[in-house]
């Protein structure tokens, strides 16, 4: 095992200690150092705790939040919940995937920005909302759409 393997043995084992029955906290602790649940970590894990894989799986794929696939080092989502929708969440959408050429639940060929929507946020009053690198942004407008893709690029 090289040295690099060791050491996330080791934040494995680490977290396992600290998080033993917040399986979801492990979970999101994996995903922000990788950006993605890969499988042998979770492989690892399931053998670590003891559990059949298939209920880390089940649990990795019902929380919209964990992805199986590499995400983007940047992360754009976007609001599609009727509130949002009403007040042009769609435009957004449009914008996005227009001036980034990738779809919904895609990556950049580059790796640098993922394209997510969900149904809803819980914060009608500001749609459309989007949520760039974990930063709310109300009222999102087109122009201020392409003005965080600019930087982002």
């Known amino acids: 095992m090289c040295k690099q393997q060791a ?3 080791l934040d494995l084992d680490q977290l ?3 998080n033993r029955r917040a399986i979801i906290n ?3 602790a994996i995903q922000e150092r990788y950006r993605y649940l890969p499988e042998s970590v979770l492989a690892e894990l399931a053998d670590k705790l003891g559990m059949p894989l298939i209920e880390i799986y089940s649990l990795a794929t019902f929380y919209k939040l964990f992805s199986l696939t590499p ?3 940047h992360q754009i989502v976007i609001c599609t919940g009727t509130a949002c929708h009403v007040r042009g969440s769609e435009k957004l959408v449009d914008e996005v995937s227009r001036c980034l050429c990738l779809e919904r639940g895609e990556t950049t060929p580059d ?3 993922s394209l997510d929507t969900v149904n809803c946020l819980g914060a009608c009053a500001l749609g459309p909302l989007v949520i760039v690198d974990q930063k709310y942004h109300g009222n999102m407008a087109v122009s201020e759409m392409n003005k965080i893709i600019q930087e982002l690029k």
């Open 7 to 9: 050491q996330e043995v």
């Open 16 to 18: 396992i200690a600290q």
């Open 26 to 28: 492990i979970l999101v």
């Open 71 to 73: 995400r983007g080092r």
């Open 111 to 113: 790796g640098e920005v």
